[in-house]
């Protein structure tokens, strides 16, 4: 059974703060995706990598893919209290199949 | 595009009534996702469609659960009786399988509260 572990599971942290959330499995993804999601909303999908070392950026939100395609970090420099939210990572093994999910990092930015 | 589509967003219901959840997904993608979300559980994948064809049905709680795809665009999450424990959050979420990201949309979900 392939298993994804977030950490941490809650982080409070003071706006202006950098972070970095994890998603580490035993497990080869054939590509690993990011959300976030809003109270009250769904998941809204932010960033998809699928090469060994890969690098993203998506404003102050950087996505990084292990080179072994085992595990994925999620930096956000200077947060901001529009950040906070349920950060999910997600990982594929194949086309067809589900997609494993985490089970949250769960993120609040104080102004 | 707008997006995976479900009705209603919010039920509140009494025990023992049946419970009918809708999904609209992505035009042209051919996999849909049910999975309910709570606090104590996190995400959790109920059932899923390849091409409307139930592929794996080994989430779904009980046999007072069913869902059905008759079509490409229409997907039916049914409860019956519900109960209690059902109350969480129902999402539907679709993706275009065998590209290279395979990326994922969700809806907005369905929030149930069964008294």
């Known amino acids: 059974t392939q298993l994804l572990e977030q950490s941490p599971q809650f982080l409070s942290i003071q706006e202006g703060e950098n972070l970095t959330v994890y998603c580490n499995s035993s497990?080869?993804?054939?590509?690993l995706q990011w959300y976030r999601q809003e109270p009250g909303e769904g998941p809204v999908l932010l960033v998809t990598v699928v090469t060994g070392g890969e690098v993203k950026k998506l404003k102050r939100l950087t996505f990084q893919f292990g080179d072994a395609r085992k595990d994925s970090s999620l930096h956000i420099t200077a947060a901001q209290p529009g950040d906070t939210g349920l950060y999910l990572c997600a990982g594929l093994d194949s086309g067809n199949t589900p997609l494993v999910f985490g089970k949250g990092t769960r993120l609040s930015v104080i102004a | 595009d707008a997006g995976v589509i479900q009705s209603p967003r919010h039920e509140v219901t009494e025990m023992g009534q049946e419970v009918t959840l809708r999904c609209k997904p992505i035009?042209?993608?051919?996999?849909l996702f049910w999975y309910r979300q709570t606090m104590m559980r996190g995400l959790e994948l109920l059932i899923y469609f390849n091409n409307n064809v139930p592929i794996d049905d080994s989430g779904m709680p009980e046999d007072r659960f069913s869902a059905k795809m008759p079509n490409a665009s229409f997907s039916t999450l049914k409860i019956q009786p519900s109960e209690p424990r059902d109350s969480a959050v129902y999402f539907c979420?679709?993706?275009?399988?065998?590209?290279?990201?395979?990326?994922?949309?969700f809806g907005p979900g369905t929030r149930l509260t069964v008294l």
């Open positions: 979420a679709s993706r275009l399988a065998g590209g290279l990201y395979n990326e994922q949309f």
């Open positions: 035009s042209g993608h051919n996999s």
């Open positions: 497990s080869v993804f054939s590509s």
